[in-house]
């Protein structure tokens, strides 16, 4: 089956630790995206990537950072520099950025303590 | 400048009930995408549909349907005859170029409750 997988589904940490989350597509797609969603609000975008060894900085990139070695895996790591950490968080990808629907992952929601 | 505005921020429906989930977009740009998402409670956002600029004809997949207007800026949802299942934050979006390379806009969206 084609998707995207996100794991771990929950993930806790303690204040002062980076923490990575994993995002895997296996839809062939060159654009994957990186949202952070607080309880009750819209999505807001961290990092994006257009095409393997390229990213680009959402609106709220500070504290994280990105990494696109492969076409498929397109991991975010949640620095220690990064305020409020604790959110849901969702990867998406899509054929292209301009004009294609984005697929999502079913989310890591990540609690800092 | 891009953006997608859902002014209705929850809604609330009886079983059955037809309910329409308001989208205004704004955009320079004349080739441009419009998509609805729905993000249940176990938080995954599902893709529902996706129309271009050139294609203001509506469209009907079972009880939803989808009325895209480029005189007003809108691209309506609505879904008729209600179910429980259909509760879940429902989210509008827009693809248009921009120079600043972020090309997707969401809304905020719209929680939707269906009453049993």
């Known amino acids: 089956d084609g998707g995207i997988t996100q794991s771990p589904k929950y993930l806790f940490r303690k204040e002062g630790q980076n923490v990575t989350l994993s995002c895997e597509q296996n839809?062939?797609?060159?654009?994957m995206y990186w949202y952070r969603q607080d309880p009750g609000q819209g999505l807001r975008l961290i990092y994006y990537?257009?095409?393997?060894?390229?990213?680009q900085k959402g609106d709220i990139a500070e504290g994280y950072s990105v990494s696109r070695e492969k076409k498929e895996s397109f991991p975010l790591t949640v620095t220690s520099a990064q305020k409020n950490p604790t959110a849901f968080y969702l990867c998406?990808?899509?054929?292209?950025?301009?004009?294609?629907?984005?697929?999502f992952g079913p989310g890591t929601r990540l609690t800092v303590t | 400048a891009q953006k997608v505005t859902q002014a209705q921020t929850e809604i609330s429906v009886v079983e059955k009930e037809d309910v329409t989930l308001d989208c205004v977009y704004e955009?320079?740009?004349?080739?441009?995408?419009l998509f609805w998402y729905k993000q249940p409670p176990s938080g995954e956002l599902v893709f529902l549909i996706r129309r271009n600029s050139f294609d203001e004809q509506n469209e009907i997949s079972g009880r939803y349907s989808w009325n895209f207007q480029k005189s007003t800026s809108s691209f309506n949802f609505t879904i008729t005859a209600s179910q429980v299942v259909d509760s879940a934050v429902y989210f509008c979006?827009?693809?248009?170029?921009?120079?600043?390379?972020?090309?997707?806009?969401f809304g905020t969206g719209t929680s939707l409750t269906v009453i049993p």
């Open positions: 990537s257009q095409i393997v060894n390229d990213f």
């Open positions: 979006a827009l693809s248009a170029y921009d120079i600043t390379g972020n090309q997707f806009y």
């Open positions: 839809l062939n797609h060159d654009a």
């Open positions: 998406a990808s899509s054929m292209r950025t301009w004009g294609h629907e984005q697929y």
């Open positions: 955009t320079r740009d004349t080739t441009y995408y």
